[in-house]
């Protein structure tokens, strides 16, 4: 297993990071709020997790090490695979998500694209006693002030894309939400976690 990755970062999606290792760039896919983290040409360190399947091998980043542990813990409950369990990663940090299934919160849950009602059963049911309570972690990017306020922008909208949404339908969501991200700016932080959950609200409204 590739537990971490360390080295320059060389190319940026919206979905994914380019960190060269000793020569050889390694494409790590990361939620939006650890992508917002990372600059071209700069050193990187992140945890990681390998996916195996039969026909392929894919690299997850995380901000820390709590992140990469709830990714891992996520996908022991039924119907939640790796690409769900970066989605609801990216949605709510490690200590939402405790907090929202130790105390039932089906609401909180539903907020991630492919998660429905049973499905946030089934999560609470199998995960509330193996997440346990929230511990009080801060994962980088995703709290108030991490990453850049003039860029949470094109954050939320990489975000929605890599959620499944369209581009057209992100971009609305992102006007919708825009009079949120300059209350938080005038507050002294940007949080594209926030940013992001009220995005989603505004497209299930639609």
Do not use: N
């Not at 709590?66 to 039924?78: M, N």
């Not at 940090?93 to 089934?122: H, Y």
């Not at 980088?140 to 949404?165: C, E, F, I, N, T």
């Not at 992100?170 to 992001?196: I, K, M, N, R, S």
């Amino acid at each position: 297993m590739i537990a971490s990755v360390r080295g320059r970062v060389v190319g940026l999606t919206p979905g994914t990071a380019v960190v060269e290792v000793g020569g050889v760039g390694m494409e790590v896919h990361c939620a939006p709020a650890t992508l917002a983290t990372l600059r071209i040409g700069a050193e990187a360190s992140l945890p990681t997790a390998l996916v195996v399947r039969e026909d392929s091998l894919t690299l997850f980043g995380f901000a820390d090490d709590d992140q990469r542990y709830v990714f891992q813990l996520l996908q022991t409950a039924s119907g939640v695979g790796p690409k769900l369990a970066q989605a609801m990663l990216a949605v709510h940090p490690p200590d939402e998500l405790r907090r929202a299934v130790s105390t039932d919160d089906l609401a909180a849950l539903t907020q991630v694209p492919g998660i429905g009602r049973k499905g946030a059963q089934r999560i609470v049911l199998e995960l509330k006693e193996r997440l346990g309570a929230p511990v009080g972690s801060t994962s980088a990017g995703a709290g108030h002030g991490a990453p850049p306020s003039g860029s949470w922008r094109d954050q939320v909208h990489s975000g929605l894309v890599g959620l499944g949404w369209s581009a057209r339908e992100a971009e609305g969501a992102v006007d919708a939400v825009a009079a949120l991200a300059q209350e938080q700016h005038d507050a002294g932080g940007t949080d594209v976690h926030v940013l992001l959950r009220a995005a989603l609200r505004s497209l299930s409204r639609a």
